[in-house]
Nanobody
Framework: QVQLVESGGGLVQAGGSLRLSCAAS????????MGWYRQAPGKQRELVSV???????NYAEAVKGRFTISRDNVKNTVYLQMNNLEPEDTAVYYC?????????WGQGTQVTVSS
């Protein structure tokens, strides 16, 4: 079983930056995909960005050019650097790890961007 612990959320003004971190522990399939989804009030959970074991990335159109995902395979940790944040980025951000079995999810971290 995989456990994910997120950190780094908070309140920031529009145009500001935040960095999210997510550390995985437990039985981790080596060739996995780690990443971030988000869910705003009244909306469905949506993809933000994912990165696979060799560093290939995918981003939602809404965050391209502003967010950067990275990972440390030794530490089993994924990061999301969020720059030029907009009020529309306000959501609960969930870390995920997709490996050989069912996907694992973190508890979520709140990101609030004020205008």
């Amino acid at each position: 079983q995989v456990q994910l612990v997120e950190s780094g959320g908070g309140l920031v003004q529009a145009g500001g930056s935040l960095r999210l971190s997510c550390a995985a522990s437990g039985r981790i399939f080596r060739f996995n995909v780690m990443g971030w989804y988000r869910q705003a009030p009244g909306k469905q959970r949506e993809l933000v960005s994912v990165v696979n074991y060799v560093g290939a990335t995918n981003y939602a159109e809404a965050v391209k050019g502003r967010f950067t995902i990275s990972r440390d395979n030794v530490k089993n940790t994924v990061y999301l650097q969020m720059n030029n944040l907009e009020p529309e980025d306000t959501a609960v951000y969930y870390c995920t790890l997709q490996g050989a079995g069912p996907s694992a999810w973190g508890q979520g971290t709140q990101v609030t961007v004020s205008s």
